[in-house]
């Protein structure tokens, strides 16, 4: 069965500690995978997507890297505004549009 | 408008209720979808529509109907719903092609008593 696990599912940070938080997959054949960032109460917000094992993105404090198992966001220097859910999202090959979800890591960063 | 819309940001329904959530992207996407977000669980896929025709209905129960006039908007019709369906609505929208991104509305949040 394919699935998608995220850890930790809650990851509390002092402002300036960079930390990892990682997306494992089991799937037959991956198309794309993607991270998004959602706020309380808020649609989830698209960060990056990730193709191919070996691909990375970047934007402002957050890098995601893709390896044939698993995703990991890194953050580095996290500020309080970072603070959210983070989901991790799977599309696979054949698979019609549809996205699997991970349940996703709370993160809060204080200061 | 940008993005995706969705209207209302709210809503609290009785389980004899008849009531329609409405989506509207401003993307240019061809995709649409409907998904379901409730506490500690994985976003649950719904509903995929492209260019306008279902071509994905995740085992959802009767009492969710939805409609797809047209490539930018999207509907979902509620009735006799039970408590449990009380979660946050999301829609999203996407180019028609698979690998593409989805991009999603602010949700309603729905409240069945």
């Known amino acids: 069965e394919d699935q998608v696990t995220q850890s930790p599912e809650a990851l509390r940070l002092q402002e300036g500690e960079s930390s990892s938080l990682n997306c494992s997959y089991t799937?037959?054949?991956?198309?794309?995978l993607f991270w998004y960032r959602q706020d309380p109460g808020k649609g989830p917000e698209f960060l990056f997507t990730?193709?191919?094992a070996g691909e990375e993105k970047e934007k402002e404090r957050l890098k995601a890297t893709l390896t044939k198992k698993e995703s990991f966001l890194h953050i580095t220097a996290p500020k309080p505004e970072d603070s959210a859910t983070y989901l991790c999202?799977?599309?696979?090959?054949?698979?019609?549009?549809?996205?699997?979800f991970g349940t996703g890591t709370q993160l809060k960063v204080e200061l | 408008e940008t993005g995706v819309t969705q209207t209302p940001r709210h809503l609290v329904m009785g389980m004899t209720n008849k009531k329609s959530l409405k989506c509207e992207q401003h993307?240019?996407?061809?995709?649409m979808y409907w998904y379901k977000q409730s506490a500690k669980k994985p976003l649950e896929l719904m509903f995929v529509?492209?260019?306008?025709?279902?071509?994905e209905n995740n085992s959802v129960p009767s009492r969710f109907s939805p409609e797809c006039p047209n490539s930018s908007h999207l509907f979902l019709h509620l009735h006799t719903l039970q408590p449990e369906d009380s979660a946050l609505y999301l829609c999203?929208?996407?180019?028609?092609?698979?690998?593409?991104?989805?991009?999603f509305g602010p949700g309603t949040r729905l409240l069945v008593l």
């Open positions: 990730l193709y191919s």
């Open positions: 799937v037959s054949g991956l198309r794309g």
């Open positions: 529509y492209n260019f306008k025709e279902q071509t």
């Open positions: 999203a929208s996407s180019q028609g092609r698979g690998g593409q991104t989805q991009y």
């Open positions: 993307l240019g996407h061809n995709a």
């Open positions: 999202a799977v599309e696979l090959t054949g698979g019609g549009n549809k996205l699997t």
